[in-house]
């Protein structure tokens, strides 16, 4: 090892002494991304709009890391000052925040001319402008506490590949992609990474594209690993942009789609 060069951290505690704010964290990937970070050794709030469904999260990853390392916070980003309201009441709770990740996302799918203004706003809302003001949140409390922060978006294959009735959801991703380019070349300088995990089809129990009659299969089948990701993948691709291994990782897209995006 060169002089100077600090040794990465092992696995088992890339996150150790880590304050995470999952938005998003109540569902599907979400809570991926949440049990591995709590398998890291970080604290972890999850955040959503359904109460019920966010406690019934938090009480089974409770019941996997023991008591007082999770806990969930109620928001809707939709309404622009919750966004920093979420950051300061997981402050409150757990002391800091280090790690924001913006999960939340919508895809409604239909083609041209089927879809409506309100599928329109719906994808834009959430997932453009949602991702912006959650990301403006977290980057406003870490240059006020002048303290170093990992910011993880969350866009698509979609984003990158033209796939027939996802027009618009595919533009709001390819914005997130590009919003996290923008934001981690504003705040590399203060010690901030700003990245993005591009997921391919993930089996998540909302994804109706692969939960239809064999498209699970077909969808496994069109992808060069042969499998569809699971919430582990994620999980793993999200511990490694929030930790310090990714220090000098800025404004990158790690794509986890098994191979679609590559091929496409
Ligand atoms: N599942 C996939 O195959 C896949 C593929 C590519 C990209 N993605 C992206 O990954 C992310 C997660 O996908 P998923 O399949 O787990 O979705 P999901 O629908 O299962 O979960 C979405 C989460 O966002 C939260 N949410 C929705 N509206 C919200 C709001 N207004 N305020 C706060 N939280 C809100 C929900 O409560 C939920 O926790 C999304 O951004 C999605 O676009 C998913």
Redesign the pocket.
Known sequence: MAAGEAAVPLPGALLAGKVALV????????IGIARAFLGAGAKVVV????KA?MDAVVEDLTAVAGPGHVTGIQ????DVPANTAVVEATVAHFGALDILVT?????RPAELVEVTEEDFDAQMD??LK?TFFGVQAAARYFLADGRPGKIIT?????GRRAFPGSSV?GAS?AAVEHLTKVFAGELAPHGINVNCLV????Q????W??NRPGAAEESAAGTPARRN?LLVDMGAAAVYLASGAADFVHGAALVVDGGVAAVG
């Open positions: 938005v998003g964290g109540t569902q599907g990937i979400g955040a959503g709009r359904d469904r928001v809707d980003v939709l999960v939340a996302g919508v895809f959430l997932n949602g969350v866009s698509s294959v979609a959801y991703k997921p391919g089809s993930i998540t129990p909302t994804n594209l692969l990701g």
